[in-house]
Structure formats: C-alpha cells, structure tokens
C-alpha cells in the first residue's frame, strides 16, 4: 500500500535560518510525489512535485525538495525561511492505475516561523 | 476562472438534512477529485472522475454519499442525511490529465467547502 508519514506535527524555525520539513515514503513501484502548502482557511496550494529525473527539485516560493530513494524520504527545504512560510505542509504520492487516481497525504507539519 | 471554484464556502445544516457541494473545475482539466479534510488532519480520498466517468469512488464513506459529473465539467457532491461526523472541509481539485500511466500532471485545489452539521 502506498503511504507517506511526516514525522514532525510541527516545526519552529527563526527567520532567515534554514528550514526542514521532513517526509518518508512507502510505496510498489516509483513514487511520484508531491508538497502543498495550506494557509488557514484556504485549499491546497500545489508547491512541487517528483516524477523523474534530478533528485533536487526545485518549486514555489524558493522551497525545494531533496528525494532520497535509499532512504524513501522527500524532505521539504528552504535554505531562508520567511515569517510569511508559516502555514501547514503536506507531503502527498499519487498512486494512479487503471481506473484511479488519487493523491494520499500525509497528517501535515505546522511550520511556525518567528520574526 | 483562472481556478478551482467551489461553493458554498461554509454549510450550517442540522443533522438529517441532505446538502450538495459544487465544484467547477478548470476549464478543460480531465480528471476531477474530491477529499474530505477533517480538522486537524489530512486530506482524504473520496473519489475520482475521468471527464463524466466516475472511476473510483472506493472513498466514499457510507452509501449517504454521493458525487456527479454528468458533462464532465462542473461536479456535486451530495450528502444524506447529514450526521455530525460529515462535519469537515471537502476540498475539490482538478488535474488537465489523469489516470493510468499520466503522473506528470499536479492537481490544483479549492478552497474548500466548511461544512457543519449540527
């Protein structure tokens, strides 16, 4: 069964300091996977996603995402955080096949970046 | 719309009341999707459509649930009965491809539905 577990319920970080969200994985097969953000009282902002090809991706708003295949992880990254980042992430595989699609989603890390 | 419209964005109903959500997806966007977002969680999987087909609705939580996309546009969700456990978000998204073997597509999401029940 594919599933994806984010280990932190939530994560503090200074302004300016790097920041980290972390996400492992388990899937059959190749994972594509993805990071959205959410912010109170709205959807599901998509922020970037793994298919193929580096293992360094790079999205929205300066995040990028490392994926590890030895260590089923896709940590979430930002080498400066603003106090404008903070708001819920999730960490989602899609896990798509003959007659479905469907992303699966982690519970979600709280970033809470101080001034 | 440049988005993914939903509404209402908030729905008070009384329990055993029946309620329909709607959904209008991105002009053009093949495959339709609704979550259930309980407070404090993540999003769950409810169904799926493939332009008016409704492939897999392997998440719809009891037969009171029911979804409809008869021109493969604008989808409803509809609940029956409303009871207090319905109370969540029920977030839409829409993605221009889907299904087998197309995983290069991301979904884009609503805002979301709140709904109530009390």
């Known amino acids: 069964a594919q599933s994806v577990a984010q280990p932190e319920d939530q994560v503090n970080v200074a302004e300016g300091n790097p920041l980290t969200v972390k996400c492992t994985y388990s899937v059959s097969g190749n994972p594509y996977l993805f990071w959205y953000v959410q912010y109170p009282n709205r959807g599901l902002q998509f922020l970037l996603k793994?298919?193929?090809?580096?293992?360094l991706v790079k999205g929205s708003y300066g995040f990028e995402a490392e994926f590890n295949k030895s260590q089923t992880s896709f940590h979430l990254k930002k080498p400066s955080a603003l106090v404008s980042d903070s708001a819920l992430y999730f960490c989602?595989?899609?896990?798509?096949?003959?007659?479905?699609?469907?992303?699966?989603f982690g519970t979600g890390t709280r970033l809470q970046v101080f001034p | 719309g440049a988005g993914v419209s939903q509404s209402p964005r908030y729905k008070v109903a009384k329990r055993g009341q029946d309620v329909a959500l709607r959904c209008d997806p991105i002009?053009?966007?093949?495959?339709l999707f609704w979550y259930q977002q309980a407070l404090g969680q993540g999003p769950e999987f409810l169904t799926y459509?493939?332009?008016?087909?409704?492939?897999?609705k392997s998440g719809l939580p009891s037969d009171r649930f029911f979804a409809e996309r008869p021109e493969g546009s604008v989808s409803t969700l509809k609940i029956q009965r409303t009871q207090q456990e319905d109370s969540a978000v029920y977030l839409c998204a829409s993605s221009l491809k889907g299904g087998q073997g197309r995983t290069n597509t991301e979904a884009f999401f609503g805002q979301g539905t709140r709904l109530t029940v009390v």
């Open positions: 793994y298919i193929t090809g580096d293992n």
């Open positions: 989602a595989v899609r896990f798509n096949g003959y007659n479905t699609d469907k992303l699966i």
């Open positions: 002009s053009g966007h093949v495959s």
């Open positions: 459509f493939q332009n008016e087909a409704q492939l897999d």
